[in-house]
């Protein structure tokens, strides 16, 4: 999908012109990994492109991977729990002002990530 390449690249405005779609699902996620436009925002650190995805009424900010490899850090996670994987304070600081938490089952797998 075109936004999902646009979150990647952090073009705001192809993001925020594609927002504006009657038929888009915001929410839709890719079917290998279960990832949706806003976890490919959070992982690339691109703020502005995190923020309007936010602002769009249908956004699922609780939404979580669906990988079913357990071994793999992207099973079930959260946006905030990229952001958190990746170091992205002020990624990590724009979710949590919008109510997003962290999964108590993925600090384990990230704090192993970390150490590395």
């Not at 009657?22 to 492109?49: M, S, Y």
């Not at 992207?74 to 919008?98: C, G, Q, V, W």
């Amino acid at each position: 999908m075109a936004i999902f390449l646009a979150c990647a690249e952090g073009l705001l405005t192809v993001v925020q012109m594609m927002q504006t779609a009657p038929d888009l699902d915001i929410n839709r996620a890719e079917p290998t990994f279960g990832t949706t436009p806003l976890f490919v925002a959070c992982q690339n650190g691109c703020l502005p492109v995190v923020l309007s995805l936010m602002s769009h009424s249908q956004l699922d900010i609780t939404q979580t991977t669906r990988n079913p490899n357990p071994y793999d850090l992207s099973f079930r996670l959260t946006p905030l729990d990229i952001a958190r994987a990746n170091d992205l304070h002020y990624i990590m600081k724009a979710l949590t002002e919008h109510h997003a938490h962290l999964r108590e089952q993925a600090k384990p797998l990230i704090d192993r990530q970390r150490k590395a």
